[in-house]
């Protein structure tokens, strides 16, 4: 082999090896492309499956059936429930994002070139027009949605299940005493019954024991509101309770039993029980004659005994 051929047969060897290096350079620049590839695709996927998965939709809601039994919850009954509670709870999330949508629409007057339905000349004057006309939106639920959805974000973000029925019960503290009170108000209910057992009435009976006078500033210190308002219900339930002047559904009943009697003998159709009472109330107080006067007075001696 002559020194020419071994200098070419050389240079094609080394001019080999950059090739198969730049082979392979491209070969890992592919599989490197690919994976990412493939790892962007499974991204997506995931992301696409978690969109899905939170997307509310009445398909994802179970169609009604019949029950599979009458003891313990089969699997699949289970699973049905669960998908059912996540579809209610739903409400309570909607309540508030209709609640601040529309409270973001009034403030900023962005339906001011909307055109309204009816006379499309024209534009929407007010909130409460549009919300009615596009939405079926009722003034007064428009009103509450507005008035309500600050107080359901802030005891959201502080872990409380509030539903709508709750939340509107303390709306009048926050519209006469603030934000800070009304929250404060309901924490002090969830922490004497404890959070899950708070109910609508619960606080609606809460919120007639404060008194009329009651001072609460929106600026003061949240520790502070929550003293005074824990002070002024102690001081309420403190109070003797005013004796109920409502009738029992027991004596209900037997006042509608004896007005059908009294109808009956006196040949007329049904007699409203408070015809009865009106008459009961002109024979006691009747000084001509005393006998329903003295009935009761017996009745309440043998109650007093």
Same mark, same amino acid.
């Given at each position: 082999?002559?020194?020419? =051929?071994?200098?070419?047969?050389?240079?094609? $060897?080394?001019? +080999?090896?950059?090739?198969?290096? *730049?082979?392979?350079?491209?070969?890992?620049?592919?599989?490197?492309?690919?994976? &990412? +590839?493939?790892?962007?695709?499974?991204?997506?996927? &995931?992301?696409?499956? *978690?969109?899905?998965?939170?997307?509310?939709?009445?398909?994802?809601?179970?169609?009604?059936?019949?029950?599979?039994?009458?003891? $313990?919850?089969? +699997?699949?009954?289970?699973?049905?429930?669960?998908?059912?509670?996540?579809?209610?709870?739903?409400?309570?999330?909607?309540?508030?994002?209709?609640?601040?949508?529309?409270?973001?629409?009034?403030?900023?007057?962005?339906?001011?070139?909307?055109?309204?339905?009816?006379?499309?000349?024209?534009?929407? =004057?007010?909130?409460?027009?549009?919300?009615?006309?596009?939405?079926?939106?009722?003034?007064?639920?428009?009103?509450?949605?507005?008035?309500?959805?600050?107080?359901?974000?802030?005891?959201?973000?502080?872990?409380?299940? +509030?539903?709508?029925?709750?939340?509107?019960?303390?709306?009048?503290?926050?519209?006469?005493?603030?934000?800070?009170?009304?929250?404060?108000?309901?924490?002090?209910?969830?922490?004497?019954?404890?959070?899950?057992?708070?109910?609508?009435?619960?606080?609606?009976?809460?919120?007639?024991?404060?008194?009329?006078?009651?001072?609460?500033?929106?600026?003061?210190?949240?520790?502070?509101?929550?003293?005074?308002?824990?002070? *002024?219900?102690?001081?309420?339930?403190?109070?003797?309770?005013?004796?109920?002047?409502?009738?029992?559904?027991?004596?209900?009943?037997?006042? $509608?039993?004896?007005?059908?009697?009294?109808?009956?003998?006196?040949?007329?159709?049904?007699?409203?029980?408070?015809?009865?009472?009106?008459?009961?109330?002109?024979?006691?107080? $009747?000084?001509?004659?005393?006998?329903?006067?003295?009935?009761?007075? =017996?009745?309440?001696?043998?109650?007093?005994?």
């Amino acid at each position: 082999m002559s020194d020419r =051929e071994f200098e070419l047969e050389g240079w094609d $060897d080394v001019e +080999a090896s950059a090739g198969a290096a *730049a082979s392979l350079a491209q070969t890992a620049a592919r599989v490197d492309h690919e994976r &990412q +590839a493939i790892n962007e695709q499974a991204l997506a996927e &995931q992301i696409s499956a *978690a969109v899905e998965a939170a997307r509310p939709g009445l398909d994802k809601i179970p169609d009604p059936v019949e029950p599979e039994g009458h003891g $313990d919850l089969t +699997a699949e009954e289970k699973g049905r429930l669960d998908a059912c509670i996540e579809g209610v709870e739903l409400l309570t999330k909607a309540y508030w994002i209709a609640g601040k949508s529309l409270d973001t629409i009034a403030t900023g007057r962005l339906f001011r070139k909307l055109p309204h339905k009816l006379e499309p000349e024209r534009c929407y =004057e007010t909130i409460e027009e549009w919300a009615d006309l596009e939405h079926g939106i009722t003034t007064s639920r428009c009103s509450k949605l507005r008035a309500a959805w600050q107080l359901g974000e802030v005891l959201n973000a502080r872990g409380y299940k +509030a539903p709508e029925g709750q939340v509107r019960e303390i709306v009048p503290v926050y519209n006469k005493h603030g934000l800070k009170a009304a929250i404060g108000l309901y924490e002090v209910v969830a922490q004497a019954v404890g959070a899950d057992k708070v109910t609508a009435a619960r606080l609606r009976e809460t919120v007639k024991l404060l008194p009329g006078d009651l001072a609460l500033d929106d600026d003061d210190d949240p520790d502070r509101i929550a003293k005074t308002l824990t002070g *002024a219900l102690g001081r309420a339930e403190a109070r003797p309770a005013k004796p109920s002047t409502g009738l029992s559904e027991r004596v209900k009943r037997g006042v $509608d039993q004896r007005a059908i009697a009294l109808a009956d003998r006196l040949d007329r159709g049904r007699i409203p029980r408070n015809e009865v009472l009106i008459h009961l109330f002109e024979a006691f107080a $009747d000084d001509q004659d005393s006998r329903v006067f003295d009935i009761v007075l =017996e009745r309440m001696k043998k109650v007093g005994q």
